[in-house]
Nanobody
Framework: QVQLVESGGGLVQPGGSLRLSCAAS????????MGWYRQAPGKERELVAR???????NYADSVKGRFTISRDNAKNTMYLQMNSLKPEDTAVYYC?????????????WGQGTQVTVSS
């Protein structure tokens, strides 16, 4: 059984920063790629950033240069450092990862954390 727990969301003024965390726990053999997605009200869920097990990253054009994704494999934890936040970054942010357990490779999602950028 695998659990993903997100933290770090909140209310921030435009231009501010937040750091999101996503910690995986349970009977984990290995963690493959990990990623952050977001969903704003009335919009579809979209990719924000992903990182492979080898730390290769890719970003949505809208966040390039402002957001940084990273991971600590020893802690089974992924981070998203968000700088220069804009009102259009307001959304629920979800972590997603592919984890291998004794049952095989599975696709897992966190519960989501709200990020609100507003003055």
């Amino acid at each position: 059984q695998v659990q993903l727990v997100e933290s770090g969301g909140g209310l921030v003024q435009p231009g501010g920063s937040l750091r999101l965390s996503c910690a995986a726990s349970g009977s984990i053999f290995s963690i493959n790629d990990m990623g952050w997605y977001r969903q704003a009200p009335g919009k579809e869920r979209e990719l924000v950033a992903r990182i492979t097990s080898g730390a290769i990253t890719n970003y949505a054009d809208s966040v390039k240069g402002r957001f940084t994704i990273s991971r600590d494999n020893a802690k089974n934890t992924m981070y998203l450092q968000m700088n220069s936040l804009k009102p259009e970054d307001t959304a629920v942010y979800y972590c997603n990862t592919h984890i291998r357990t004794r049952l095989g490779l599975g696709d897992y999602w966190g519960q989501g954390t709200q990020v609100t950028v507003s003055s």
